[in-house]
């Protein structure tokens, strides 16, 4: 059983910087997508960006040039370099992971959920 774990949520300002963390364990195959979504109050959750264990990266385009999603395997842990954030990605962080490689950073495909963590931007 895969299990997520994540970490480093917090308050900041408009063009402030947060790191999330997401631990993992409980891999039984080498080949595995990891994914964060958001969902904000009243909102659909969405995709925010997806790495695999070859280390290709997918991001939605409201982040590209401000996250960055790596992976250190030593540590089995993914995170998201959140940087210049704006208000409008004030949600609620998950990290997901499915076995295989990514395609795409669909919520539905991905079987595993971490329990999430709050990032608040204030403007």
């Known amino acids: 059983q895969v299990q997520l774990v994540e970490s480093g949520g917090g308050s900041v300002q408009s063009g402030g910087s947060l790191r999330l963390s997401c631990a993992a364990s409980?891999?039984?195959?080498?080949?595995?997508?990891m994914g964060w979504f958001r969902q904000a109050p009243g909102k659909e959750r969405e995709g925010v960006a997806a790495?695999?264990?070859?280390?290709?990266?997918d991001y939605r385009d409201s982040v590209k040039g401000r996250f960055t999603i790596s992976q250190d395997n030593a540590k089995n842990t993914v995170y998201l370099q959140m940087n210049s954030l704006k208000p409008e990605d004030t949600a609620m962080y998950y990290c997901?992971?499915?076995?295989?490689?990514?395609?795409?950073?669909?919520?539905?495909?991905?079987?595993?959920w971490g329990q999430g963590t709050q990032v608040t931007v204030s403007s």
């Open positions: 409980g891999y039984t195959y080498p080949r595995y997508c």
């Open positions: 997901a992971a499915h076995y295989g490689y990514c395609s795409g950073i669909v919520g539905r495909v991905f079987g595993y």
């Open positions: 790495i695999d264990s070859g280390g290709s990266t």
